[in-house]
């Protein structure tokens, strides 16, 4: 599931190069959420549980963040290279995971670490080569 996240994420960076000129923000983000929705719902559905009450403004808070972070993407991958940006997007990885640490004391397992490696070790190896 992660790889299939993971690619369906770089092909939505990758595309959005190809939106036409003039395509706004807000439209862009209405169309991959309309996409989103049903496939999200689809996975939901089978373990569906009643979500608490004051859970709920976490859920709006969230998505409201989640939002502009698109928008924000969305806006930077129109105007620069997508290997730019994806390296800057990855890093951001390693932010919430010590978020998670310190916030949280969740620490993540070995595996984790060593994506960690390998996706560090990808953008060093790509700087290199330019």
Known sequence: ????????????????????????????????????????????????????????????????????????????YAMADASKIAASEYSGLIFVTLMGMVLFAEFPDWNVYLGALIVIAAIGLQRRLR
């Open 1 to 76: 599931m992660a790889l299939l996240t993971a690619l369906s994420m770089a092909t939505s960076n990758v595309l959005v190069r190809r939106l036409p000129k003039g395509r706004s923000v807000l439209a862009t983000l209405f169309m991959t959420q309309a996409l989103a929705i049903p496939a999200s719902l689809a996975l939901a559905l089978p373990d569906w549980q009643p979500i608490p009450g004051e859970v709920w403004w976490l859920l709006v808070g969230a998505t409201l963040v989640g939002i502009i972070y698109q928008g924000i993407c969305i806006m930077a």
